[in-house]
């Protein structure tokens, strides 16, 4: 059949046959109304709606995070709509802001499965303040997967998005990796729900104050990998010297100024 045919069989929906849809988070977020769309049932079905999480928190830290939810249930009689959580990521220019020049970039990709059979495609990146070795790049992203791993296996859906999402798994990773060399960020910069398990709903609603154990991960570190004494004491100095140390070319100047009033006097 032709575009034009085609054309032709579809017919119009007209603004007034058009009613306003309030869509609401799932129980995981308290049910929180986050847009109100218009359209007939059959299009907001399956519809992906973007929110940040600076409308959850009011905190001007979250507001470059997005979160994306899926309309799966359209209720007619209240025009209400149910979401489900399908993942996060980070603005562009928020991850361009994490990598500094001199310093090591760590990423990885992981398809992690929560104990309640729902599957996420995680990505997180660790930032280090100086250039790692390789070895110490290894062993890092080894406390990554393991730690990663640990949560997942060991929390339902509802927890693992909340540790996920308000950054307790990243404070718990930097805290491990940093013994392996210092780090100025520790991000998951990407979540995707991948898989859905039959039946699968949220049953219920976990706060973000919500406490989580603490994951010890057992390290085994070769000379190469371990973190000099000096590098260790002195973390916040290197913090400065990366944040406030002027360029060469003002160094240079001021030097021949000094230079010149030395000769003078």
């Not at 007939?40 to 079905?45: M, Y």
């Amino acid at each position: 059949m032709s575009q034009k045919a085609r054309k032709r069989k579809t017919k119009k929906v007209l603004y007034k046959d058009k009613n306003w849809y309030t869509i609401s988070a799932p129980k995981s977020f308290n049910f929180k109304e986050i847009a109100d769309v218009i359209g007939v049932e059959n299009n907001v079905l399956g519809r992906v709606i973007e929110t940040l999480l600076y409308d959850f928190t009011n905190s001007y830290s979250d507001i470059s995070l997005k979160l994306s939810f899926k309309v799966i249930n359209v209720n007619e009689g209240p025009k209400k709509c149910e979401t489900v959580f399908v993942g996060h990521s980070y603005t562009n220019d928020y991850i361009r802001s994490l990598i500094g020049r001199g310093s090591s970039k760590i990423q990885i990709i992981l398809n992690l499965k929560t104990l309640d059979n729902y599957i996420f495609r995680v990505t997180m990146i660790c930032t280090t303040i100086k250039r790692a070795r390789n070895t110490q790049q290894i062993l890092i992203r080894k406390i990554m997967r393991e730690i990663l791993e640990e949560f997942a296996g060991s929390l339902n859906h509802e927890k693992f998005i909340v540790g996920m999402v308000y950054g307790e798994f990243q404070n718990q990773i930097q805290r491990v990796a940093k013994t392996i060399y210092p780090l100025s960020s520790s991000v998951i910069i990407k979540s995707k729900l991948i898989s859905i398990p039959e039946g699968g709903v949220d049953k219920e609603y976990v706060p973000k104050e919500e406490d989580f154990e603490i994951v010890e991960v057992p390290i085994k570190r070769s000379r190469k990998s371990e973190i000099r004494r000096t590098e260790r004491i002195n973390v916040k100095k290197l913090q400065r010297k990366t944040r406030r140390s002027p360029p060469t070319e003002t160094r240079k100047a001021v030097s021949t100024e000094e230079s010149k009033s030395e000769k003078t006097e």
